[in-house]
């Protein structure tokens, strides 16, 4: 197959001078000039011809990239390429150049991209085989040597030690103490493995989230949990500890409390482990949603039913879709199917539906089959009009919960003011339903208000949670304040009020304590003697009487709050960084505050019920391997891996239709 010149330009000849320098470049030992022709030169290795003008720059091009120059020693080809200007070199990073004409391969570059390819998108090992990815390897860098797969497995070792070594440097300079978040996982072998990953804010205040371990347990008793955590600690020499986000269990169970004991003993528990124990919101918003869904479990199973049927044949979906047009439906959304264990997908199942409610009542009349096999012993009946009222006015419900875990995963952020928010606000839009007037809505409502009450409703939880909300800007006290009052009444209100100033206070005064050049500390501590209100200052020292003097705390709370901007992400840590220097003591309570995790769960399963299951082909990794693997994926992805990359069920394209046009079934098909 024949090349063309890959750059444009002029046909004319190129000057007697030009030609000249042309003739002595290192180039032609490549290629053959062709007699008879205006600038153009065959490759002595595959026989493209190559339009060059004025430069050789197009021949250098194609040189690098032939399929057919292996013949050459790779040595060769860089002295070749090396011989280009310094212009023509910048660009360079890693050993990849930026543009075609100044490539300079290297193959253990290369090579280490391969690895971290292999790692961060979880391919399997064994694609190195394929002739097919060789192939397409050869087709861009014939020089590439492909690493076979024992290979490709003793990089991954290396890169994961490697990364060990940076990431304990990195924690020796930017964290005190971490947050700890642990996830059970079960492989798809029925194996349980437990995922230890520490949370904290950096010294450059970026929440960063770094995977600690991932073993293989032998189940999943407090006992063995416990000695996992705790040696995994020791491992990474991380004797601080602030808080630990689980599953749901209550901070009275046994295994909290033996854990709690346990890294007491090393001296590393904050503040004696009063605060260490966080319930995952995720999971308990996930059980208040199952438990509602319960009010209308038999309405959800027909029409379940129904959808399944129309989407088990073309020929039914084209007869729906003739019902769709009949009715003149304009909602272009998808008749989607769920997922039982995933309750979002159930949500947009029932969206779907609902829009389509009257198609769904045509199709009845025009199909029988549709009655009698829905209404078989093995259906549960077809859609009655209670049915498709019960999941109209379910769907809000579903939706504000929806909303709550979007704007959950949805910030670039995940801070832990954002915690009590929600549950503040599903409180509240609980609250609103128990009210309603319509007695199904209430009693849904009953449902979710014991969840809530079991996790959220203890009025002695102040805990470090509600300090993070004061601890935004934009609320301080007086925001949470409200909310103890709106959810308690005015005399319990009263009360927790007085108990979280005392916590508050009591936490302010712990970092006072231990804060280390804190302007305000060094002031406040020596009184010098040659100043002319030495006495005074004595005495009112003595009396502990230092009304004169605001701690950081009190000025920050005194000071006007930060106006509520709709329009635009309030940036929290950002905030407290640039005023770090205003508030040092309060700084360092806030980056270790802020810093602890709200979910146990990633955003993949936020959703789900089923828990968190490794696929079928890692499980039949070895179980320290796969920790490797596991592990390096998250330091190779570093902070942007906290951006929320959740991919959802939604068609938010009012433009596609609901069925393929390729459904060209004969509208008078038997299904």
């Known amino acids: 197959?024949?090349?063309?010149?890959?750059?444009?330009?002029?046909?004319?000849?190129?000057?007697?001078?030009?030609?000249?320098?042309?003739?002595?470049?290192?180039?032609?030992?490549?290629?053959?000039?062709?007699?008879?022709?205006?600038?153009?030169?065959?490759?002595?290795?595959?026989?493209?011809?190559?339009?060059?003008?004025?430069?050789?720059?197009?021949?250098?091009?194609?040189?690098?990239?032939?399929?057919?120059?292996?013949?050459?020693?790779?040595?060769?080809?860089?002295?070749?390429?090396?011989?280009?200007?310094?212009?023509?070199?910048?660009?360079?990073?890693?050993?990849?150049?930026s543009s075609e004409d100044t490539f300079k391969f290297d193959q253990e570059a290369s090579q280490r991209a391969l690895t971290k390819m292999f790692v961060i998108d979880e391919l399997p090992f064994y694609l190195v085989k394929s002739e097919r990815f060789k192939n397409f390897l050869r087709s861009i860098q014939p020089l590439f040597e492909i690493p076979s797969h024992v290979a490709l497995i003793q990089d991954v070792v290396t890169l994961y030690r490697e990364e060990i070594i940076k990431l304990k440097e990195y924690f020796s300079i930017h964290s005190q103490r971490v947050c700890l978040i642990t996830e059970p996982w079960t492989s798809s072998h029925g194996l349980n493995f437990m995922k230890v990953t520490a949370q904290f804010i950096d010294n450059d205040w970026r929440l960063q989230k770094k995977v600690l371990n991932f073993c293989q347990i032998t189940g999943y008793s407090e006992d063995e949990m416990n000695e996992c955590i705790e040696v995994c600690l020791g491992n990474w020499k991380l004797n601080e500890v602030f808080s630990l986000t689980g599953d749901i269990a209550s901070s009275d169970d046994p295994s909290t409390q033996d854990l709690e004991k346990r890294i007491s003993s090393w001296d590393s528990i904050f503040l004696k482990g009063g605060y260490i124990h966080v319930q995952c919101c995720v999971h308990i918003v996930s059980l208040i949603v199952k438990e509602a869904l319960k009010e209308i479990h038999d309405s959800i199973v027909r029409i379940r039913g129904a959808a399944m049927y129309i989407r088990s044949s073309p020929s039914r979906t084209v007869r729906f879709r003739k019902c769709v047009e009949h009715e003149k439906i304009h909602y272009k959304g998808l008749i989607q199917l769920d997922v039982e264990t995933e309750w979002n997908s159930t949500y947009i199942m029932l969206e779907g539906a609902v829009n389509y409610q009257k198609a769904f009542e045509l199709y009845k009349q025009r199909d029988l089959n549709y009655v009698d096999e829905l209404s078989s012993e093995s259906g549960k009946g077809i859609p009655s009009e209670d049915d498709w009222k019960s999941a109209q006015s379910m769907l809000p419900v579903l939706k504000f919960f929806y909303d709550c875990i979007l704007r959950i995963f949805g910030t670039s952020c995940i801070t832990s003011d954002i915690y009590m928010k929600e549950v503040f606000a599903i409180g509240r839009k609980i609250h609103h339903y128990h009210e309603h007037d319509d007695a199904s809505i209430s009693r849904m409502a009953s449902r979710m208000k014991n969840i809530y009450d079991k996790y959220w409703g203890n009025s002695n939880a102040i805990n470090m949670l509600l300090i993070a909300v004061v601890l935004d800007p934009r609320l301080k006290l007086g925001y949470v304040n409200w909310n103890l009052d709106y959810f308690f009444g005015s005399e319990k209100g009263s009360e927790l009020k007085t108990k979280l100033l005392s916590c508050l206070g009591s936490l302010y005064r712990y970092y006072q304590v231990t804060h280390k050049g804190s302007q305000d500390d060094q002031q406040h501590a020596q009184i010098d003697e040659d100043d002319d209100l030495y006495g005074m200052r004595l005495y009112l020292q003595s009396t502990g009487n230092?009304?004169?003097?605001?701690?950081?705390?009190?000025?920050?709370?005194?000071?006007?709050?930060?106006?509520?901007?709709?329009?635009?992400?309030?940036?929290?840590?950002?905030?407290?960084?640039?005023?770090?220097?205003?508030?040092?003591?309060?700084?360092?309570?806030?980056?270790?505050?802020?810093?602890?995790?709200?979910?146990?769960?990633?955003?993949?399963?936020?959703?789900?019920?089923?828990?968190?299951?490794?696929?079928?082909?890692?499980?039949?990794?070895?179980?320290?391997?796969?920790?490797?693997?596991?592990?390096?994926?998250s330091w190779l992805e570093g902070p942007s891996s906290l951006s929320a990359e959740i991919i959802f069920l939604e068609d938010d394209n009012e433009d596609d239709e609901?069925?393929?046009e390729d459904d060209n079934e004969d509208y008078n098909d038997d299904s």
């Open 1 to 97: 197959m024949s090349e063309t010149s890959e750059k444009s330009g002029s046909n004319e000849p190129v000057s007697p001078d030009t030609a000249a320098e042309l003739s002595s470049s290192t180039i032609w030992d490549h290629f053959t000039a062709l007699q008879g022709t205006e600038n153009k030169a065959k490759c002595d290795y595959c026989g493209c011809v190559v339009k060059y003008e004025d430069e050789t720059s197009a021949m250098r091009s194609h040189l690098n990239r032939c399929y057919a120059n292996t013949s050459i020693d790779g040595n060769k080809i860089q002295k070749t390429i090396s011989s280009m200007s310094d212009s023509e070199e910048e660009g360079y990073e890693d050993g990849l150049g």
């Open 546 to 633: 230092k009304s004169h003097v605001k701690s950081e705390l009190d000025r920050y709370l005194e000071e006007e709050c930060e106006p509520l901007n709709k329009q635009a992400e309030f940036d929290l840590l950002n905030w407290w960084k640039s005023k770090s220097s205003r508030f040092p003591i309060l700084g360092s309570m806030a980056q270790e505050v802020l810093a602890i995790p709200i979910s146990a769960v990633t955003s993949e399963f936020a959703f789900s019920a089923k828990g968190m299951v490794i696929d079928l082909y890692r499980s039949c990794l070895p179980p320290k391997f796969l920790e490797m693997l596991v592990c390096t994926k």
């Open 658 to 660: 609901i069925f393929s």
